[in-house]
């Protein structure tokens, strides 16, 4: 059990991480993030819409990103997420904490013969 919760708060960091960087180059919406995460990271990061949301209300909650409402066509609705100013400065946090995380590791796994 605690592996799991492990491995899905270390999913949802990854996720902020995924969201913050996508909505700094535009704003998305659910499905757009889905499938930039996909493409963009050729199919390695692989997500469902289910699992996305709860992390776009954490962000949402924490003030790191705005959501608006868009009419698209007569009667359908697209929420499009925006990275906001205190966004852009978790991100690079974020950015700061992979980089030492993933050298961090490439060392412990070159030290070991790996």
Do not use: C
Request: glycine content about 10%; proline content about 2%; aromatic content about 8%.
């Amino acid at each position: 059990m605690a592996q799991d919760a492990g491995q899905n708060s270390f999913r949802r960091g990854i996720m902020s991480l995924v969201i913050l960087s996508l909505l700094n180059k535009e704003d998305m919406y659910g499905y757009q993030l889905v499938q930039g995460t996909n493409q963009i990271s050729g199919g390695r990061i692989q997500t469902q819409e289910g699992s996305l949301y709860p992390v776009l209300y954490k962000l949402l909650d924490q003030g790191l990103i705005s959501d608006k409402k868009v009419l698209v066509g007569k009667r359908m609705t697209r929420i499009y997420y925006h990275l906001e100013p205190a966004g852009k400065v978790r991100l690079q946090e974020l950015i700061r904490e992979f980089d030492d995380i993933t050298t961090g590791m490439r060392l412990i796994m070159e030290d070991s013969g790996l």
